[in-house]
């Protein structure tokens, strides 16, 4: 619970003045951030709760934010919820979005500092396409590179992409590569699991002793905008690591991009 003097203001903690930032807009920013993470108005009561302070420092902070427009106030239920201006910031905030270039960096640093070559593909007509590839200093025996299209059935990333996107799409891309590439049509349930944990591990499918995962990035309206990817020699104890951490970085990157993420 954040300290107040008697004039009503609230004391900065000592971890916020050694890190030179204002206490009030760090207080301000908390209770916006309740009003986003809410389904539907709250009262004020429960925003104090949720934010950690009283009814009274809730009150003079939502009464400024519904000055600045950050915030509204149904006139009846006295509810709060986020206001216009905050509204105008995230739609702003949503078209300064590039997924697959923040994608592409998360990648480009995973590439650095483990034993896997990672990537970032999207999907054309013709299916899977590599549009970053970037090659472990520990792992670059791989024959893949920028441009490469990677098959439809036979591959993490056609898996993913299957499971996430409309089904005339997936047909198109698959009449445009040869059978013996793209191989043989996942079972259902396969796609079914793919789609419930947001994660593919294929191992020795193209060559032997390697591995690829995949997850997706979905953007702010929760559709597919590309799949990160991974290649690594094969070996229970360096896959694993490498998957828990492209699991971690496909988490962290929903936050950055508004999307959603369910890697289990």
């Not at 990035?217 to 690594?232: K, Y």
Request: with cysteine; charged share 20%.
């Amino acid at each position: 619970m954040q300290n107040e003097t008697p004039d009503g203001i609230d004391t900065a903690p000592s971890e916020h003045r050694k890190a030179g930032t204002i206490q009030s807009v760090s207080t301000a920013a908390g209770f916006l951030r309740v009003l986003a993470n809410a389904s539907g108005p709250l009262a004020l009561g429960v925003i104090a709760k949720r934010a950690g302070t009283s009814g009274s420092m809730a009150h003079r902070y939502l009464q400024s934010l519904v000055r600045e427009e950050l915030a509204v106030q149904d006139p009846a239920s006295g509810h709060y919820d986020l206001g216009p201006l905050a509204l105008g910031v995230g739609m702003a905030a949503l078209r300064r979005l590039d997924p697959v270039e923040l994608a592409a960096r998360e990648m480009k640093q995973f590439a650095e500092r483990t034993a896997a070559s990672a990537g970032v593909a999207i999907w054309t007509e013709r299916g899977p396409t590599l549009v970053r590839w970037y090659r472990s200093a520990v792992f670059s025996i791989n024959s893949l590179a920028l441009g490469d299209v990677l098959p439809l059935d036979n591959s993490a990333c056609g898996l993913m992409f299957q499971a996430f996107l409309p089904e005339d799409r997936i047909a198109r891309a698959r009449v445009s590569q040869p059978e013996g590439f793209r191989g043989s049509r996942p079972d259902p349930g396969v796609l079914a699991e793919v789609r419930a944990t947001s994660w593919c591990e294929l191992k020795g499918h193209l060559l032997p002793h390697v591995a690829g995962q995949a997850v997706p990035v979905f953007d702010p309206q929760g559709e597919i905008a590309c799949v990160m990817t991974t290649v690594a020699n094969l070996g229970d104890e360096v896959t694993d690591a490498i998957g828990r951490d492209l699991r971690e970085v496909a988490l962290t990157l929903s936050k950055a991009t508004a999307g959603r993420i369910e890697v289990r």
